[in-house]
């Protein structure tokens, strides 16, 4: 069995096409893309040249492999460049002294498939900080409690990118890690031989994690954050800012 039918569900994913539309664009009838996909029946040969054509796809590729979206955005990409992908340059946005492209927590997944996409990364919105970290910086928005005390929900993280070809990473650090499915927010724990990172949240609930950096698609150091919560003091310090101005009082008192 080939995988035609997967290629197809997903192509269309990618091209957002409904199983009408992809019919109507390769003169199909809409059953007939839906046995596609499903694995009951495979498309004439005819119409395989004209898919693989039209999505700059070989044939061969389109039966045998089963492609990801990540491989399908690329060709997507370069085709229209009638160029090879290769490692992308750094997006012009990148090299805007404190211009930082913001990704937020809903552009995330799809952050994942085009973060090596210049034309994605130079569409994001960006944000201006003051900082001296160099051209290549993000912004991220934090998801979930995980980081918590130290981050929350919403708030966003000022990072600036970690090479991976030959990584510096400290022991203590907040680093931010693009991975297949997600991002994940962690600090440095340990690191062992052969790239292997434990990573530890700031939120005791949450276990500590193991990462390969080999299966990280992107590392950044985690320099700063802003936060729209208004934090209320702990009775803690509540305490230590009275006993501050009682002794202020008492200062002024005896002045």
């Known amino acids: 069995?080939?995988?035609?039918?997967?290629?197809?569900?997903?192509?269309?994913?990618?091209?957002?096409?409904?199983?009408?539309?992809?019919?109507?664009?390769?003169?199909?009838?809409?059953?007939?893309?839906?046995?596609?996909?499903?694995?009951?029946?495979?498309?004439?040969?005819?119409?395989?040249i004209q898919i693989a054509q039209h999505f700059g796809l070989s044939v061969d590729l389109l039966l045998t492999k089963e492609l990801t979206v990540n491989e399908l955005y690329n060709f997507d990409l370069y085709k229209q460049k009638g160029t090879t992908p290769t490692a992308a340059p750094l997006a012009e946005a990148d090299r805007q002294q404190h211009l930082t492209p913001y990704v937020p927590a809903t552009r995330m997944l799809e952050y994942i498939v085009q973060h090596h996409a210049t034309p994605f990364i130079d569409?994001?919105?960006?944000?201006?900080?003051?900082?001296?970290?160099?051209?290549?910086?993000?912004?991220?928005?934090?998801?979930?409690?995980?980081?918590?005390?130290?981050?929350?929900?919403?708030?966003?993280?000022?990072?600036?990118?970690?090479?991976?070809?030959?990584?510096?990473?400290?022991?203590?650090?907040?680093?931010?890690?693009?991975?297949?499915?997600?991002?994940?927010?962690?600090?440095?724990?340990?690191?062992?031989t052969g790239g292997l990172l434990k990573l530890r949240a700031d939120n005791p609930d949450y276990p500590v994690q193991d990462l390969l950096l080999t299966d990280a698609l992107e590392v950044w150091e985690v320099h700063g954050s802003f936060s729209t919560h208004l934090r209320a003091p702990a009775m803690l310090e509540e305490r230590v800012s009275q006993l501050e101005r009682q002794l202020e009082e008492v200062l002024a008192r005896l002045a």
Request: aromatic fraction near 6%; charge should be positive.
């Open 123 to 192: 569409g994001l919105t960006t944000l201006t900080f003051p900082h001296n970290l160099g051209p290549t910086t993000r912004a991220f928005e934090i998801a979930g409690a995980d980081m918590q005390p130290t981050l929350r929900h919403q708030d966003v993280v000022l990072c600036c990118h970690v090479d991976k070809a030959s990584p510096r990473l400290h022991v203590g650090r907040l680093y931010a890690f693009v991975t297949q499915s997600r991002l994940l927010v962690r600090r440095l724990s340990e690191q062992k």
């Open 1 to 48: 069995m080939s995988n035609v039918g997967k290629n197809i569900r997903k192509l269309r994913t990618v091209k957002k096409l409904s199983q009408a539309a992809f019919a109507e664009l390769f003169g199909l009838a809409r059953p007939s893309v839906g046995a596609y996909e499903e694995g009951r029946s495979e498309p004439k040969m005819e119409t395989l």
